[in-house]
C-alpha cells in the first residue's frame, strides 16, 4: 500500500536561512511525488513534481526538493527562506499501484521568524 | 487562482440533511477529484472521475457519492449529515488520469450542527 510521512508537524526557521520540509514515501514501483503549499483558508498550490530524471526538482517560489531512492525521501528545500513562505506544507506521492491514488502526508506547518 | 471554482463557499446545516456541493474544473482538465480536510483526519482523497467515469475511490462513506456531468462540472453529494461531516471540502483538477498534479478549488466549508 502506498503512504507517505511527514515526520514534523512544524519547523521553526528564521528568515533568510536554508529550510527544509522532510518527506519520506512507500509505494510499489516508480513513485510520483509532489509537494504542495496550503495558505490559510485557501486550496492547496502546486509546487514541485518528480516523475523521473534528475533527483534534485526545481519549482515554484525558489523551492526545491531532492528525490532520494535509497532512502525514499523527497525532502522540500529552499536556500533562503522568506516570513510569506509560512504555510502548511503537503507532500504526497502516486504511483501505478493502489488504483493510481494520490496519497497526501499529514502536512508540516513552516513558521518562517523576521 | 487555480482556475477552479467551488459553490458554495460556505454552508451551514442540520443533522440529518443532505446537500450538494458543486466544483467547475479548470478549462481542459478532464479529472476532478474530491477532498475532505478536517483537522483530525487531515486530507482525505474520497474520490475521482475521469472525463465523466468514475476513476479511482478513497475513503468516501456510503452517505456520499458525487458525479461528474457531461460540461466536466462535477457534484459532490453528502447526506444523512452527521456532525462529523463538518470539514472542509477540496475538488481539485488535473489534465491527465492519473499520477498528475492537481490544481484546487478554494474548497467549501461544511459546517453540521
Given amino acids: 500500500a502506498q503512504s507517505v510521512a511527514q515526520p514534523e508537524d512544524q519547523v521553526n526557521v528564521a528568515e533568510g536561512n536554508p529550510l527544509t520540509v522532510k518527506c519520506t514515501y512507500s509505494v510499489s514501483g516508480n513513485p510520483y511525488l509532489f509537494w504542495y503549499v496550503q495558505y490559510p483558508n485557501r486550496g492547496l498550490q502546486f509546487l514541485l513534481k518528480y516523475i523521473t530524471g534528475d533527483n534534485l526538482v526545481k519549482g515554484s517560489y525558489g523551492f526545491e526538493a531532492e528525490f532520494n531512492k535509497s532512502q525514499t525521501s523527497f525532502h522540500l528545500k529552499k536556500p533562503s527562506a522568506l516570513v510569506s513562505d509560512s504555510a502548511l506544507y503537503f507532500c504526497a506521492v502516486s504511483g501505478n499501484t493502489g488504483g493510481f491514488k494520490t496519497i497526501f502526508g499529514a502536512g508540516t506547518r513552516l513558521f518562517v521568524k523576521a | ?113
Fill in chain 2, 1 to 113: 487562482d487555480s482556475g477552479v471554482t467551488q459553490t458554495p463557499k460556505h454552508l451551514i446545516t442540520a443533522t440529518g440533511q443532505r446537500v450538494t456541493l458543486r466544483c467547475s474544473p479548470r478549462s481542459g482538465d478532464l479529472s476532478v477529484y474530491w477532498y475532505q480536510q478536517s483537522l483530525d483526519q487531515g486530507l482525505q482523497f474520497l474520490i475521482q472521475y475521469y472525463n465523466g467515469e468514475e476513476r479511482a475511490k478513497g475513503n468516501i462513506l456510503e452517505r456520499f457519492s458525487a458525479q461528474q456531468f457531461p460540461d466536466l462540472h462535477s457534484e459532490l453529494n453528502l447526506s444523512s449529515l452527521e456532525l462529523g461531516d463538518s470539514a472542509l471540502y477540496f475538488c481539485a483538477s488535473g489534465t491527465e488520469k492519473f499520477n498528475n498534479e492537481q490544481f484546487f478549488g478554494p474548497g467549501t466549508r461544511l459546517t453540521v450542527l
